[in-house]
């Protein structure tokens, strides 16, 4: 059986200061990740709010509410044993940014992409010196390999738990710029969302908002928004 499957046994989830930051106990006893690792994170902050998701449960550990859990223990069993691998993984969608890639038609979707995202390029390109450039079309073109390996030093310096929040920034809006600005403060995560989401917004406009959709994308919004506050406390 696995964790998730757990009944509640603990009274009290509790913080506990480690000699590599902190742990969260249940009545005395450490969290434990899937793959058996002690959950032990780089602050405070995270841990407290890992402690109140277990406080929060009920009879039954229900892991969908409980998402700085599951980020966690993906930087410890997922991200730490492959680091390299990770960021390598994620400064790869620099060469194919959502960002860089506009639609030819209709002329206010061009124009609205252009006002949303040129200045997000002009910021990747100020603060990291990589320019990016946009293309018409969907046809991939690679970009400058210089720019690209800039890029990447930003995302390789970050740590196990700051990257495995980045990853779902970068995966989940399709650029790695957007989740670069969300991390270093040029956008909130309200804002890179919604930047994010500039095509499905125009299409809704046209043609209505799909129920089903909205509801996937609300999710997802969520989904965004947690992995940006687990960014900044594993951030300290």
């Known amino acids: 059986m696995s964790e998730w499957a757990l009944k509640r046994f603990w009274k009290a989830a509790e913080v506990v200061p480690e000699a590599e930051g902190y742990t969260v106990t249940l009545d005395g006893r450490g969290v434990r990740t899937p793959a058996k690792a002690r959950l032990v994170v780089p602050t405070e902050a995270l841990a407290r709010a890992i402690a109140a998701e277990w406080q929060a449960q009920d009879q039954r550990v229900d892991p969908s509410t409980m998402p700085f859990t599951r980020m966690a223990n993906s930087a ?12 390598d993984m994620l400064a790869d969608y620099g060469d194919s940014d959502l960002l860089c890639y506009r639609a030819t038609a209709p002329a206010a979707l061009v124009d609205r992409q252009c006002a949303a995202w040129d200045p997000l390029l002009d910021w990747a390109a100020t603060v990291h010196g990589a320019r990016l450039l946009p293309v018409a079309g969907v046809m991939h073109r690679p970009q400058d390999p210089g720019a690209l390996a800039r890029l990447s030093q930003a995302v390789h310096a970050q740590s196990a738990f700051q990257l495995a929040a980045f990853h779902d ?21 309200e804002e890179g969302w919604a930047l994010s989401r500039i095509d499905e917004s125009w299409q809704a406009e046209q043609w209505g908002a799909d129920e089903e959709a909205e509801e996937v994308a609300e999710r997802k919004r969520l989904e965004f928004l947690h992995a940006a506050v687990f960014h900044e406390m594993a951030s300290g």
């Open 76 to 87: 410890l069993d997922k991200v730490i044993p492959q680091h390299a691998e990770v960021a």
């Open 169 to 189: 920034l970068v995966s989940m809006s399709g650029s790695l710029v957007i989740a670069l600005a969300v991390m270093q403060g040029a956008r909130t995560a």
